[in-house]
Structures are given as structure tokens and as C-alpha cells.
């Protein structure tokens, strides 16, 4: 037990909220707002099992909420131009993958830092949306694409079932293949990786594409629930997507990733906005208390590091100290 | 393999008389970003004749002023190997409690209050980084949220706003009055650079910031505090939003939550464009100068050229792009045996 929550250090605060908030409203724990967040997680937590991937190679992709608006619009706009569901589908993924292998040539091969260069694409990405919608909504109505986020197979939420259906693929590729010791390799290290003859390039250029798809799929999810896309669409998103990341665990730096902290980090989010709405308070306090728990839960590993740190060189003593009493 | 590169290593050297190479790298690093605004400037009475009017430089000018003043201390931050993200969070708290004081107790209020809260602004990063322990990037990403969360928690009743009939009053001059032709923010700007400069150059936190961002390890060996940079950089950073608040709200006259959305990331493209390395222990003030340049004047030539905004945003990271690939393809056939790995297949 004590083993599980040292692996997912988020588990505890995660019960405590959810506690708090089963306490202090009478809502919470209805089946239809248990349901809104687990639903509003799975679509958080989709992008973040891919950006996992990316943070534990040590780099980030920014481009994420500008790939989302154009997936969204290029469905979209298929649609409205009376191609098939499928079709329409296959383009927003397509323009997803394509993104992120722009994004992994341009870092790969063409040496600029992935900072950089994800922020360039975000830029340019965000452009082309804007241009090609030239500022308007793209409106459908298409039974097809709600049933990405309405759908129920066998009475579960879609949405819910493709994150756990994802994160139990991203769970068994980072722990339990090649691809996703080399993922972590790059990230502990890089040279070294490349010395013992990994194809560095191509598996950084890899993460980048899967990246990309996961842009797609979260802005076919996003276009999915509000029957619409538009240049608009996923502004300030890639933030989102690294704070999961980030909250749940995964090395700012590279070289450890945890599937499971990001998807409880994404469970973490969705429950406190959630919890915010239900109590009330103004959308102002969502930001400030995501900005807060992004803080102390890196705070808290700091800490923990450091205690682990200070306490090596005495740890016979201590020992000693303990049996003796 | 490593008794091989020994041996060739002075060879190459040798026969390459890489010190020139590297003298024509470095005067790339330095003027690289001036040397294409100069470009774009001689090329612009031809593509957009209005441009050169005074009229329309004053403005141009104006519209700079802050993201440069920020940009000095983002130079700061990205010499010592770290990103302020909060800057845009930073800047729009500051321009709200600004606006608070200057309703409130006048210019002088307005001055201080935007000086104090630019400089708590870094102090709690500061803090973040060096008592919490939290990584830089995750502590400026938090506080982004929280200071940007404030803002908007003061301005819930709607934005903070500048009275019209205080448009006389000394503190909304900033913004408005030239002097000998130039902007007061443009001159603000300067001054703010040329300080920034003698602060890396010329005295020993600079020398150390830098220190410390090509290498921490190396300079704690040295007896070089990471405390203490860290505490210089994003209070210096603070320092810089406060400053640049003034500008920005005495041009903008409001101010809430939103305002400046995606700040950050202009300014820190700026610094990167003139061509400071995002891993730290190279800065170059005259190159962010010129990029913020850069990119104001590519805004405005294609503004009059009549593209739309968003096909703004596709020049400008493409123009990011195509300046970072030539530095990165700089840098890695610039040093010592790279040229043989650039071309090596990766795989």
C-alpha cells in the first residue's frame, strides 16, 4: 500500500478533494456528475498519455492546442462539404500526424530546439486555422461525430472508454517495450542513447507524430461536443496538456514517465474545476488553484528528493537509533 | 573512437584555421538579427512606401517598447538557463493594480505600485525556485495561472481603466508624449537595454548569471550561489514587467485578466530570435533589441501590405523557424568534428 502511494504520489491528495468535495456539496457524488467528470478527464487525459511520452524524452510540444483547432476545422469542414464520416475522421488525424512529423523533421533534422520549434508550428498552426475558417464557425450537425463523445458501447461514456482503452496501450508501451525503454533512454540521457546506437532521430520524430495524433483525436473530441470548429478551438490547451503530464509525475527533465500519475493527474484537474463549479466560485479561482497545485505538487517531489538526499549519510544511525529504542 | 577524434582534433584545426570560423560565428551571434533588420528596413520603402513616416515609426516605436523592456530581463533569465513563463501573468496583474493605485493616489501611487508589484511578482518566483525547490519552468508555469488568476479576481466587476479626463495628468503622458521625435516608452526602452547591457557585461552578477548558465555545476564549484542568481534573474525579470506595465497601460488605458494573452511566448521568441541560447551561458542584448525590431516591423509591413492576421502568424513562425534552423545548423557545424556527425545518418 504504502508502496502504491509512493509510486503515485497524486493518489492521496486526489481522494482527499474528492472527499472534501462529497462533504461540502450534495451534488458531487450524483451519478450524472461523477459522470461529467470522468468524461471531461478521459477527454484530458487522451493528449496528456501522448505528451507523456514527449516529456519523458525531456521535450515539449506546444503546437498541441493549435493542432486541435485545426484537426477540429479540417473534420468539420469535410463534413460540411458532404464527405463521409470516415473520410472526415481519417483528415483530422492525417493533419494531426502530419503536424507532429513537421514538428520532429524541423527538430530532428533540422536542429532547432523543440521549445522553439513547437512554438513556431503553434504559431503557424493557429494561422492556418484562422485563415482557412477566415474567422468563422464551421457548424455541423452530425450524429456520426457526436457519437465520439455521446456514444455509450455497452453504457460506458465513449470518451471513457477510448482513454482507458489508450492508456492501457501507452501504460504497456512505455513499461513493457522496446520503444518505450528508448523513449526513456533519450530522455535520461541523449548522448549516451545515440553512442549505443539507438535511431535517436526517428523515435524523437515518432513521439512528435504521436503527438500530433493525439492533437487530432482531442480536437476531433473537442469538435465532437460542441458540433463545431473554428480558429479558436484550443487556445492555451497545450498548457493543459503539460500540466497533467507534469502533475502526475512524469520528470520535468526526461527519463521517467508514469501513465497512471497522468491519467489520475487529469482526474485531478477535472475534479477540482469541477468541484469549483458546483461550490460556486468565480472561473478566476480555477486558474489560481490549477496554478497552486501545479506548485505544491512539484514542491512536495522537491522535497522528498531532498529529504532522501539528506538522510543517505545517516541512515545507519538512524536505524540504530530506531532498534535501540 | 575517442583515440581517433584525439588525434584528428588539432589536425582539423590546423588545416581549417577554425579561429576565424568561430570570429564569423560569433559576429553572426551578436549582429546575425541587426544585420536582417537592417535587410528588411532598406527593403521596405519599396514594398510598403507609408512606412517610413514619422508618424507611423513613432508608433511602430511605441507598440515595441514593452515587449522589449520585458525582454531584457527574459535575456537575463535564458542566459542563466531558465524560462519566465509567468511574465504575461506578471504583466497583466501589474497593469491592474497599477490602474488600482493610480485611481486611487495618483501618478506617484501609479509609478510605485507597478515597480512593487513587478518586483513581488519575481520575488515569489524567486522564492518558488529557491526555497520550494520547484523547477523553474513548473514554478513560472504555476504562478502564470495564479498571478493571471488574481488579475482577474480584481476585475470581476469589469476592467480596471485609465478615466479619460486624466489624459493630461503626467502618468497617462507616458504612454502619449515624445520627446525630440522619439516615444517616451521607445527612450524607456533604451535606457532600460543600455542598463541591462553594463549589468551583463560589466559587473559580476552578470558575468556570474551567465557563469552559471553554461554550466551550474561548474559555477557552484566556483563558489557561485545558485540562490543568488536565481534571486537576481526573476526579481530582475519583475523588475522589467513593472517598468514595462507602465508603458503598456499608459497605451492601452485597460487592463484586466486577459490582458496579453500568450505575452510569454512573444517575448521569449524575441529573445531567442536574437540569438540567446535556450540552454543558457550565451545572452546578447543587442540581438533582442534588434529582434523585437524584427518582428514589429515584419508585423507592420505585412499590416500595410494588407494580410490578414492570420496569415501574420504563418510569417512569423515560419521567419522563427528559418532563423533558428540557421543558427542550429550553425552550431552544429561549428564545432570541433561535427561536420563528419551532421552528415552520419542518425540511425
Known sequence: MTNTIKKVPLLVPLVLVMAILAVSTDTFLSTGNLENVLVAAAILAIPGIAMTFCLAMGEFDLSIGSTVSLAGVACCSALIAGQPLAFSLVVALGVGALIGLANGVVITKLGVTPFIATLATMVIVRGASLAYTDGHDQIVSSPGLKYLVAGRPLGVPMPIVLAVVLAALGWWTINRTRFGRWVCAIGSNREAARMSGLPVDRIRIAVYVLVGLSGGLWGLLISSQLQKGNGQLGLGFELDAITVVVLGGTALLGGRASIVGTVLGALMIETIRNGLNLLNTPPAYQRISVGLLLIAALALLALRRREKRGTKPNRVPARVQESAA | ?347
Open chain 2, 1 to 347: 573512437m575517442s583515440t581517433q577524434t584525439m588525434t584528428e582534433k588539432p589536425s582539423e584545426k590546423a588545416v581549417t584555421g577554425r579561429s576565424s570560423k568561430v570570429s564569423l560565428g560569433r559576429l553572426w551571434d551578436t549582429w546575425g538579427v541587426t544585420a536582417l533588420l537592417v535587410l528588411l528596413l532598406l527593403c521596405t520603402p519599396a514594398i510598403a512606401p507609408g512606412f517610413l513616416e514619422i508618424e507611423n515609426l513613432q508608433s511602430v516605436l511605441r507598440e515595441s517598447a514593452y515587449v522589449g523592456i520585458v525582454a531584457v530581463g527574459m535575456t537575463f533569465a535564458i542566459a542563466s538557463g531558465a524560462f519566465d513563463l509567468s511574465v504575461g501573468g506578471q504583466l497583466a496583474l501589474t497593469s491592474v493594480v497599477t490602474l488600482m493605485a493610480f485611481n486611487g493616489g495618483g501618478t506617484a501611487a501609479a509609478v510605485a505600485a507597478a515597480i512593487t508589484t513587478g518586483l513581488l511578482c519575481g520575488l515569489v518566483n524567486a522564492g518558488l525556485i529557491t526555497r520550494l525547490r520547484v523547477p523553474p519552468f513548473v514554478a513560472t508555469l504555476g504562478s502564470l495561472f495564479v498571478f493571471r488568476g488574481i488579475a482577474y479576481l480584481l476585475t470581476q466587476d469589469g476592467p480596471q481603466t485609465l478615466p479619460y479626463e486624466h489624459v493630461d495628468s503626467p502618468f497617462a503622458k507616458i504612454g502619449s508624449l515624445n520627446v525630440a521625435g522619439l516615444p517616451v516608452p521607445f527612450l524607456i526602452m533604451v535606457a532600460v537595454f543600455a542598463a541591462g547591457w553594463v549589468l551583463m557585461r560589466r559587473t559580476a552578477i552578470g558575468r556570474r548569471t551567465l557563469a552559471y548558465g553554461s554550466s551550474p555545476s561548474a559555477a557552484r564549484f566556483c563558489g557561485i550561489s545558485d540562490t543568488r542568481i536565481r534571486l537576481f534573474v526573476f526579481v530582475l525579470v519583475g523588475l522589467t514587467v513593472g517598468i514595462a506595465a507602465l508603458t503598456y497601460i499608459t497605451r492601452v488605458w485597460t487592463a484586466d485578466g486577459s490582458a496579453q494573452d500568450g505575452f510569454e511566448l512573444k517575448v521569449i521568441a524575441a529573445v531567442v530570435l536574437g540569438g540567446t541560447a535556450l540552454k543558457g551561458g550565451k545572452g546578447t542584448l543587442i540581438g533582442t533589441f534588434s529582434a523585437v525590431f524584427l518582428v514589429s516591423v515584419l508585423n507592420e509591413v505585412l499590416v500595410s501590405q494588407g494580410v490578414e492576421s492570420a496569415y501574420q502568424r504563418i510569417v512569423l513562425g515560419c521567419v522563427l523557424i528559418v532563423a533558428l534552423t540557421i543558427d542550429g545548423l550553425r552550431t552544429r557545424f561549428a564545432s570541433p568534428g561535427s561536420f563528419r556527425r551532421a552528415l552520419r545518418p542518425t540511425s
